[in-house]
Protein backbone atom coordinates (compact mmCIF):
# COMPACT_ATOMS: atom_id res chain seq x y z
CA UNK A 1 0.00 0.00 0.00
CA UNK A 2 1.30 3.57 -0.89
CA UNK A 3 2.22 5.69 1.61
CA UNK A 4 0.10 9.07 1.76
CA UNK A 5 1.62 12.59 2.80
CA UNK A 6 0.04 14.35 5.55
CA UNK A 7 -2.06 16.70 3.20
CA UNK A 8 -3.41 13.03 1.53
CA UNK A 9 -4.00 11.91 5.13
CA UNK A 10 -6.09 14.46 6.22
CA UNK A 11 -8.52 14.40 3.33
CA UNK A 12 -9.08 11.43 3.36
CA UNK A 13 -9.96 11.92 7.25
CA UNK A 14 -12.29 14.62 6.38
CA UNK A 15 -13.80 12.95 3.93
CA UNK A 16 -14.93 10.03 5.61
CA UNK A 17 -15.48 12.41 8.64
CA UNK A 18 -18.33 13.53 6.64
CA UNK A 19 -19.37 10.35 4.98
CA UNK A 20 -23.04 9.87 6.15
CA UNK A 21 -23.92 14.00 5.17
CA UNK A 22 -22.12 13.20 1.41
CA UNK A 23 -24.13 10.05 1.24
CA UNK A 24 -27.34 11.61 2.46
CA UNK A 25 -26.88 14.30 -0.19
CA UNK A 26 -26.45 11.46 -2.87
CA UNK A 27 -29.42 9.75 -2.35
CA UNK A 28 -31.26 12.85 -2.46
CA UNK A 29 -29.86 13.44 -6.02
CA UNK A 30 -30.97 9.53 -6.81
CA UNK A 31 -34.48 10.38 -6.19
CA UNK A 32 -34.38 13.19 -9.20
CA UNK A 33 -32.06 10.89 -11.65
CA UNK A 34 -34.60 7.62 -11.09
CA UNK A 35 -37.16 9.92 -12.20
CA UNK A 36 -35.56 10.96 -14.97
CA UNK A 37 -33.95 7.21 -16.13
CA UNK A 38 -34.84 4.53 -17.50
CA UNK A 39 -33.23 0.92 -18.83
CA UNK A 40 -30.12 0.08 -17.82
CA UNK A 41 -29.64 3.27 -16.08
CA UNK A 42 -31.91 2.95 -14.03
CA UNK A 43 -31.13 -0.43 -12.66
CA UNK A 44 -27.71 1.29 -11.92
CA UNK A 45 -28.94 3.76 -9.77
CA UNK A 46 -31.48 1.82 -8.27
CA UNK A 47 -28.06 -0.30 -6.73
CA UNK A 48 -26.33 2.44 -6.31
CA UNK A 49 -29.27 3.69 -4.15
CA UNK A 50 -29.60 0.47 -2.03
CA UNK A 51 -26.19 0.29 -1.10
CA UNK A 52 -26.24 4.21 0.14
CA UNK A 53 -29.44 3.48 2.16
CA UNK A 54 -27.62 0.44 4.50
CA UNK A 55 -24.71 2.34 5.03
CA UNK A 56 -26.81 5.02 6.06
CA UNK A 57 -28.40 3.02 8.63
CA UNK A 58 -31.93 1.67 7.02
CA UNK A 59 -32.77 -1.99 7.58
CA UNK A 60 -31.48 -4.03 4.60
CA UNK A 61 -35.48 -5.23 3.84
CA UNK A 62 -36.70 -2.20 3.47
CA UNK A 63 -33.66 -0.77 1.32
CA UNK A 64 -34.64 -4.45 -0.44
CA UNK A 65 -38.44 -3.27 -0.77
CA UNK A 66 -37.83 -0.38 -2.37
CA UNK A 67 -35.43 -1.47 -5.11
CA UNK A 68 -37.85 -3.88 -5.80
CA UNK A 69 -41.02 -1.74 -6.10
CA UNK A 70 -39.07 0.62 -8.22
CA UNK A 71 -40.31 3.71 -7.15
CA UNK A 72 -38.61 6.84 -6.23
CA UNK A 73 -41.28 7.97 -4.22
CA UNK A 74 -40.41 5.67 -1.67
CA UNK A 75 -36.81 6.75 -1.67
CA UNK A 76 -37.54 10.12 -1.33
CA UNK A 77 -39.60 9.00 1.98
CA UNK A 78 -36.50 7.17 2.98
CA UNK A 79 -34.82 10.02 2.08
CA UNK A 80 -36.79 12.06 4.06
CA UNK A 81 -37.16 10.25 7.37
CA UNK A 82 -32.89 10.20 7.36
CA UNK A 83 -32.92 14.14 7.54
CA UNK A 84 -35.68 14.10 10.20
CA UNK A 85 -33.37 11.70 12.23
CA UNK A 86 -35.92 9.33 11.83
CA UNK A 87 -34.08 6.80 10.50
Known amino acids: MADYSDYQKDVIRRYYDNREQIDGERLSELVTNLFLSEGKKRLKLWESAREI ?12 HVVETDNPVMLAEIVKDLQAGKI
Open 53 to 64: MVRLGVPESRAN
